[in-house]
């Protein structure tokens, strides 16, 4: 109880002094006090530390309650500074306060704050302090009465700790002090005393008792007064009533003594206020609360009871109590819970009885109790000791929670559903919060993204995955927290690699309605969306494929017309002619254009294939031998052939075709040398594979692959290279239709090719074909046939095209047929009909308007099974329909075709057996 000694204020010399008598030499001039035997007195009746220092903040008086409540020698004290036994975190505000009465001169509120004591105890205390001054009014220090707070404030902690003490009203009553003149007017008094009645020091130094008492309380007081001035004896406590500045009344208790000087003759009075206005207040407050309680005790919700400790009888239970154990309460009070059979499990009253005898209360033990019929009534039972009555006894509160149970047990059997789904699903499933962080991830997540979930909880996605692939994640997320549901497809890289994760989330909702967070479902669809694409791929270029093979029917049928009529005009042109010269130029180049539509046709899969088991090995030498005359030599050609290979079905003419398109632009794309390697290998493609882009129902495959080690290709020009007229060559140095040629011929061979390539690390090509279990037959030679001539035979000629019809009657009159022509199937039919017993053979085009070739060839086959019929498209007969249609035809030819070709073809089939079968 020092103070800091203010900014620039002097620092005036004093003494200390023990106790009162040690000092009074040395005191300074109180002129606030009439005398220092009066002062003397006044400080043996407060009870309290009364302290003066200098205004350096040392000592320099203080009573005997000081070195009490310090625990310290008066000499050791003295020599003690303020932040000395200060609590070191009181002591900025202790000095601020003594330093604002000295700046203000007005006394301080009364202020709470610890001291350290002797034996390093914290004590609290609260102080009031006033400045000092001397006869010329200077400051000269401060003075204060402090009170030992310590009790009280554990009081007021264990009040707080007591849940039933709380119920219970605790106030300090703070007493007021007075001193008087003989005729009652006010020479000294406290600041509780004018705080209690509203005036401030000034206001209230000089008044009258009369001045703040009701009339009758003042002729009361002149009586004790009296009476205590004859008699010199103190006076009882009486009740007063006063009042305020206000004018609201005051309730106090007051004594009163007399008050002598030091010759023992009486001066005044002095007297302590005990302001009992909150009291009387309280206590009509208290029977009103008393009324509620009991009122509240009757409605609350919990069953609240009272027993004896001594006998553990019941003394109070409300309704809430009887209504769930099913006993009136003239049944339960006297009882006993045994008694009641309250019980399920008897053990339970010992326990709850040594938790309460060891800690002096019971908090939210479970018991189980049951009722008068029998019902198990789960419940939270807690117990505080209880003075009722004048008895000791024990409050219980029990709270039922036998449906809170029950829900915790359901909640813990969904939780458990829940966990069990979670980890057991194929899926990654995640959590997260408002903040978009991971609350739960279960074990496929972790193993999907290669991450422990310790990676994840609590985290955001910028704080676990590569920023370049959060920010669409995270718009998409921020919907979902705005209430939508999202399904989409996310791209994550996993280590160095894009993968693709197919994720639906959606938001988690509070039982308020509000939006707490997110649930996601995630699969990784990397491998379905390349198979996908890859379809897509796959019916794009077949799309392609039939367009192309429309476009190479109806070409055919015009290089027929021009190919045939040219091959008549040389026939009827001698050599000599000059122009028979012109009409083989015509010839040729309609030839070569024939061949571009075998291209188209060969892409479309529509392409006259002449497949044989085929030793792929050897196909992979022939080539390689035409190869190395094509290619520089600085292109090394390489094979790795795998022994024995297993056996295809190919068109040797056709695959060679292929091997070298691609062998060619492998040697475009090495401009400065590399190397070009073959490879093969039997091998069986795994199931998705084979499902996608080979036929499901074999299992074995031959795979070559070619690869060179050129610049590569872009993604871009991989996912062109199989269309037809795609081209990365200058113009004029490619038509565009070797890869699509190649595409096609596969395809027509059952098989499927892709394409493997990265930009600065060449390509390879990898084609699949299925083996077969036949052997490779030996090679055979071919004998030029001679033209053969018609006999007279009757030829019917059905095709839709008006100058194919002549060309072709053209053709065979001159080489001694007879032609029937008929425009359309319908036509043809009729035709046959007429003349069945004359017609030696049907040229039926396949494809026309109304009723097409394979439908005319059925109705002809029902007139006469043995007619025979060549069958001519511009298109090849591929199986399946092929091998329906080639079972009842006779023959097929392929658009465009030459007079020699057709004419051999005719002889052929004419030299044929009639078959027997439909």
Same mark, same amino acid.
């Given at each position: 109880?020092?103070?800091?000694?203010?900014?620039?204020?002097?620092?005036?010399?004093?003494?200390?002094?023990?106790?009162?008598?040690?000092?009074?030499?040395?005191?300074?001039?109180?002129?606030?006090?009439?005398?220092?035997?009066?002062?003397? +007195? @006044?400080?043996?009746?407060?009870?309290?530390?009364?302290?003066?220092?200098?205004?350096?903040?040392?000592?320099?008086?203080?009573?005997?309650?000081?070195?009490?409540?310090?625990?310290?020698?008066?000499?050791?004290?003295?020599?003690?500074?303020? /932040?000395?036994?200060?609590?070191?975190?009181?002591?900025?505000?202790?000095?601020?306060?003594?330093?604002?009465?000295?700046?203000?001169?007005?006394?301080?509120?009364?202020?709470?704050?610890?001291?350290?004591?002797?034996?390093?105890?914290?004590?609290?205390?609260?102080?009031?302090?006033?400045?000092?001054?001397?006869?010329?009014?200077?400051?000269?220090?401060?003075?204060?009465?402090?009170?030992?707070?310590?009790?009280?404030?554990?009081?007021?902690?264990?009040? +707080?700790?007591?849940?039933? /003490?709380?119920?219970?009203?605790?106030?300090?009553?703070?007493?007021?002090?007075?001193?008087?003149?003989?005729?009652?007017?006010?020479?000294?008094?406290?600041?509780?005393?004018?705080?209690?009645?509203?005036?401030?020091?000034?206001?209230?130094?000089? =008044?009258?008792?009369?001045?703040?008492?009701?009339?009758?309380?003042?002729?009361?007081?002149?009586?004790?007064?009296?009476?205590?001035?004859?008699?010199?004896?103190?006076?009882?406590?009486?009740?007063?009533?006063?009042?305020?500045?206000?004018?609201?009344?005051?309730?106090?208790?007051?004594?009163?003594?007399?008050?002598?000087?030091?010759?023992?003759?009486?001066?005044?009075?002095?007297?302590?206020?005990?302001?009992?206005?909150?009291?009387?207040?309280?206590?009509?407050?208290?029977?009103?609360?008393?009324?509620?309680? *009991?009122?509240?005790?009757?409605?609350?919700?919990?069953?609240?009871?009272?027993?004896?400790?001594?006998?553990? +009888?019941?003394?109070?239970?409300?309704?809430?109590?009887?209504?769930?154990?099913?006993?009136? *309460?003239?049944?339960? %009070?006297?009882?006993?819970?045994?008694?009641?059979?309250?019980?399920?499990?008897?053990?339970?009253?010992? +326990?709850?009885?040594?938790?309460?005898? =060891?800690?002096?209360?019971?908090?939210?033990?479970?018991?189980?109790?049951?009722?008068?019929?029998?019902?198990?009534?789960?419940?939270?039972?807690?117990?505080?000791?209880?003075?009722?009555?004048?008895?000791?006894?024990?409050?219980?509160?029990?709270?039922?929670?036998?449906? &809170?149970?029950?829900?915790?047990?359901?909640?813990?059997?969904?939780?458990?559903?829940?966990?069990?789904?979670?980890?057991?699903?194929?899926?990654?499933?995640?959590?997260?919060?408002?903040?978009?962080?991971?609350?739960?991830?279960?074990?496929? @997540?972790? /193993?999907?993204?290669?991450?422990?979930?310790?990676?994840?909880?609590?985290?955001?996605?910028?704080?676990?995955?590569?920023?370049?692939?959060?920010a669409a994640v995270k718009r998409s997320e921020q919907r979902v927290l705005q209430g939508r549901i999202v399904e989409e497809d996310e791209r994550w890289r996993i280590g160095s690699r894009p993968r693709i994760f197919h994720s639906i989330k959606v938001p988690l909702v509070d039982h308020d309605g509000r939006i707490t967070g997110l649930c996601g479902f995630t699969r990784d669809m990397t491998a379905t969306r390349n198979l996908e694409a890859q379809l897509l791929q796959a019916q794009k270029m077949e799309a392609i494929g039939i367009l192309a093979g429309g476009i190479s029917h109806d070409f055919?049928?015009?290089?027929?017309?021009?190919?045939?009529?040219?091959?008549? &005009? %040389?026939?009827?042109?001698?050599?000599?002619?000059?122009?028979?010269?012109?009409?083989?130029?015509?010839?040729?180049?309609?030839?070569?254009?024939?061949?571009?539509?075998?291209?188209?046709?060969?892409?479309?899969? /529509?392409?006259?294939?002449?497949?044989?088991?085929?030793?792929?090995?050897?196909?992979?030498?022939?080539?390689?031998?035409?190869?190395? *005359?094509?290619?520089?030599?600085?292109?090394?050609?390489?094979?790795?052939?795998?022994?024995?290979? @297993?056996?295809?079905?190919?068109?040797?003419?056709?695959?060679?075709?292929?091997?070298?398109?691609?062998?060619?632009?492998?040697?475009?794309?090495?401009?400065?040398?590399?190397?070009?390697?073959?490879?093969?290998?039997?091998?069986?493609?795994?199931?998705?594979?084979?499902?996608?882009?080979?036929?499901?129902?074999?299992?074995?495959?031959?795979?070559?692959?070619?690869?060179d080690t050129g610049h590569g290709m872009t993604p871009e020009v991989k996912q062109h290279m199989f269309e037809p007229f795609f081209t990365t060559k200058q113009k004029g140095h490619g038509t565009g239709l070797g890869m699509a040629m190649a595409y096609g011929l596969i395809k027509n061979h059952r098989g499927h090719i892709n394409c493997e390539s990265v930009p600065g690390q060449g390509t390879t090509f990898n084609i699949y074909l299925p083996a077969i279990k036949e052997p490779v037959p030996p090679p055979r030679e071919e004998i030029e046939p001679a033209i053969a001539r018609g006999r007279g035979?009757?030829?019917?000629?059905?095709?839709?095209?008006?100058?194919?019809?002549?060309?072709? *009657?053209?053709?065979?009159?001159?080489?001694?047929?007879?032609?029937?022509?008929?425009?359309?199937?319908?036509?043809?039919?009729? &035709?046959?009909?007429?003349?069945?017993?004359?017609?030696?053979?049907?040229?039926?085009?396949?494809?026309?308007?109304?009723?097409?070739?394979?439908?005319?060839?059925?109705?002809?086959?029902?007139?006469?099974?043995?007619?025979?019929?060549?069958?001519?498209?511009?298109?090849? @007969?591929?199986?399946?329909?092929?091998?329906?249609?080639?079972?009842?035809?006779?023959?097929?030819?392929?658009?465009?075709?030459?007079?020699?070709? &057709?004419?051999?073809?005719?002889?052929?089939?004419?030299?044929?057996?009639?078959?027997?079968?439909?």
């Amino acid at each position: 109880m020092t103070a800091a000694l203010p900014p620039g204020s002097p620092a005036p010399s004093g003494s200390d002094g023990g106790n009162v008598s040690g000092i009074e030499s040395k005191l300074p001039v109180r002129r606030h006090h009439p005398s220092e035997a009066h002062f003397h +007195r @006044m400080l043996a009746l407060i009870r309290a530390s009364y302290f003066e220092s200098d205004l350096a903040g040392r000592l320099t008086f203080f009573n005997e309650y000081v070195t009490r409540l310090h625990g310290r020698s008066a000499e050791t004290l003295r020599q003690l500074r303020p /932040k000395d036994f200060l609590a070191p975190d009181d002591v900025q505000r202790v000095y601020e306060m003594f330093e604002t009465v000295y700046r203000t001169g007005n006394p301080s509120p009364v202020m709470e704050y610890q001291i350290i004591d002797a034996d390093g105890r914290r004590v609290s205390v609260e102080t009031a302090t006033s400045l000092l001054r001397d006869d010329e009014g200077t400051p000269i220090g401060f003075c204060g009465i402090s009170r030992d707070i310590t009790e009280r404030k554990r009081t007021e902690k264990a009040l +707080r700790d007591s849940e039933s /003490k709380h119920r219970g009203i605790i106030e300090n009553m703070e007493e007021g002090y007075y001193e008087t003149d003989p005729t009652g007017q006010l020479t000294y008094f406290n600041d509780t005393s004018a705080r209690n009645l509203g005036y401030s020091r000034e206001e209230m130094m000089g =008044l009258s008792y009369r001045d703040f008492m009701t009339p009758d309380t003042a002729a009361k007081t002149f009586e004790v007064f009296n009476a205590v001035h004859q008699s010199g004896q103190p006076a009882k406590v009486y009740a007063c009533e006063l009042i305020r500045k206000d004018g609201s009344r005051s309730f106090q208790e007051i004594s009163v003594s007399l008050t002598r000087n030091a010759a023992g003759e009486p001066t005044g009075f002095f007297g302590i206020a005990r302001d009992r206005t909150e009291a009387l207040q309280m206590e009509r407050d208290l029977a009103e609360r008393e009324a509620g309680y *009991r009122q509240i005790l009757s409605c609350a919700p919990y069953s609240i009871t009272v027993t004896r400790q001594s006998d553990a +009888r019941y003394l109070e239970a409300n309704d809430a109590f009887c209504t769930r154990t099913g006993y009136s *309460r003239e049944e339960v %009070i006297g009882a006993t819970a045994t008694e009641l059979d309250l019980y399920t499990d008897p053990a339970d009253r010992a +326990r709850i009885m040594n938790t309460f005898n =060891l800690q002096g209360g019971v908090d939210g033990m479970e018991v189980t109790f049951k009722s008068r019929n029998g019902d198990p009534l789960e419940t939270l039972v807690a117990a505080r000791p209880l003075r009722f009555r004048g008895e000791d006894c024990i409050l219980f509160i029990t709270t039922e929670i036998t449906a &809170l149970k029950r829900a915790q047990r359901e909640l813990a059997k969904s939780e458990q559903r829940f966990r069990t789904i979670v980890e057991s699903a194929q899926d990654a499933i995640f959590l997260k919060d408002e903040s978009l962080r991971y609350t739960l991830v279960n074990p496929v @997540m972790e /193993k999907l993204f290669g991450l422990a979930a310790e990676a994840f909880i609590g985290r955001t996605n910028e704080e676990v995955f590569h920023p370049e692939d959060v920010a669409a994640v995270k718009r998409s997320e921020q919907r979902v927290l705005q209430g939508r549901i999202v399904e989409e497809d996310e791209r994550w890289r996993i280590g160095s690699r894009p993968r693709i994760f197919h994720s639906i989330k959606v938001p988690l909702v509070d039982h308020d309605g509000r939006i707490t967070g997110l649930c996601g479902f995630t699969r990784d669809m990397t491998a379905t969306r390349n198979l996908e694409a890859q379809l897509l791929q796959a019916q794009k270029m077949e799309a392609i494929g039939i367009l192309a093979g429309g476009i190479s029917h109806d070409f055919n049928n015009l290089l027929q017309a021009i190919i045939g009529y040219t091959q008549l &005009l %040389i026939a009827e042109t001698p050599s000599p002619d000059p122009r028979a010269g012109k009409l083989r130029a015509i010839e040729n180049a309609a030839r070569r254009a024939s061949e571009l539509t075998g291209q188209l046709l060969a892409f479309s899969r /529509k392409a006259e294939s002449h497949p044989l088991p085929t030793d792929l090995n050897q196909a992979v030498r022939q080539v390689k031998k035409l190869l190395e *005359r094509t290619i520089p030599k600085m292109i090394a050609i390489r094979l790795d052939l795998a022994e024995p290979i @297993m056996t295809v079905n190919a068109d040797a003419v056709q695959l060679e075709q292929v091997l070298l398109n691609i062998g060619l632009n492998a040697r475009d794309a090495m401009p400065e040398g590399g190397c070009l390697t073959f490879t093969t290998a039997n091998i069986q493609p795994e199931h998705n594979f084979r499902r996608i882009h080979l036929d499901e129902t074999i299992q074995d495959y031959v795979l070559l692959s070619i690869s060179d080690t050129g610049h590569g290709m872009t993604p871009e020009v991989k996912q062109h290279m199989f269309e037809p007229f795609f081209t990365t060559k200058q113009k004029g140095h490619g038509t565009g239709l070797g890869m699509a040629m190649a595409y096609g011929l596969i395809k027509n061979h059952r098989g499927h090719i892709n394409c493997e390539s990265v930009p600065g690390q060449g390509t390879t090509f990898n084609i699949y074909l299925p083996a077969i279990k036949e052997p490779v037959p030996p090679p055979r030679e071919e004998i030029e046939p001679a033209i053969a001539r018609g006999r007279g035979e009757t030829v019917l000629v059905v095709d839709d095209e008006l100058f194919l019809r002549d060309l072709t *009657r053209d053709m065979l009159s001159l080489h001694g047929y007879d032609v029937l022509l008929a425009e359309s199937g319908e036509a043809g039919l009729a &035709l046959f009909k007429a003349h069945k017993e004359r017609i030696a053979l049907v040229i039926l085009d396949l494809i026309m308007p109304g009723m097409g070739g394979k439908q005319c060839l059925v109705e002809i086959m029902k007139i006469d099974p043995r007619t025979k019929v060549l069958i001519a498209s511009g298109f090849a @007969m591929d199986a399946p329909t092929g091998d329906t249609i080639l079972s009842k035809a006779a023959g097929f030819i392929q658009k465009p075709y030459n007079m020699a070709k &057709l004419l051999q073809t005719l002889n052929e089939v004419m030299g044929q057996k009639p078959s027997d079968d439909g």
